[in-house]
């Protein structure tokens, strides 16, 4: 473990103080548990964030796909058709 040291307002501190007595713990076990809660919160949102962006660029690469797929078969339908020049 590595100690620190953090500042506060005495607003805040009295409002630390008062909360963490309210729920029976320390300030410094309030404080390191709402510093971890909030980087479990950080890491998860940006998790999301890339589940949505890979799977809005796994769904634009398979428009593209779909549309590169059509227009093959389009020419393939009219290279096929008799008489046309190859």
Same mark, same amino acid.
């Given at each position: 473990?590595?100690?620190?040291?953090?500042?506060?307002?005495?607003?805040?501190?009295?409002?630390?103080?008062?909360?963490?007595?309210?729920?029976?713990?320390?300030?410094?076990?309030?404080?390191?548990?709402?510093?971890?809660?909030?980087?479990?919160?950080? @890491?998860?949102?940006?998790? $999301?964030?890339?589940? =949505?962006?890979? !799977? #809005?660029? *796994? @769904?634009?690469?398979?428009? $593209?796909?779909?549309? =590169?797929?059509? !227009? #093959?078969? *389009?020419?393939?339908?009219?290279?096929?058709?008799?008489?046309?020049?190859?």
């Amino acid at each position: 473990m590595i100690a620190t040291t953090v500042r506060f307002d005495a607003d805040t501190w009295t409002r630390l103080g008062a909360r963490s007595e309210q729920l029976g713990i320390a300030k410094a076990k309030y404080i390191h548990d709402a510093t971890l809660a909030r980087l479990a919160g950080h @890491e998860t949102a940006e998790q $999301l964030a890339g589940a =949505v962006i890979d !799977r #809005l660029v *796994r @769904e634009r690469f398979g428009d $593209l796909i779909r549309t =590169v797929v059509r !227009r #093959l078969q *389009r020419t393939e339908l009219l290279l096929a058709r008799p008489g046309t020049r190859r």
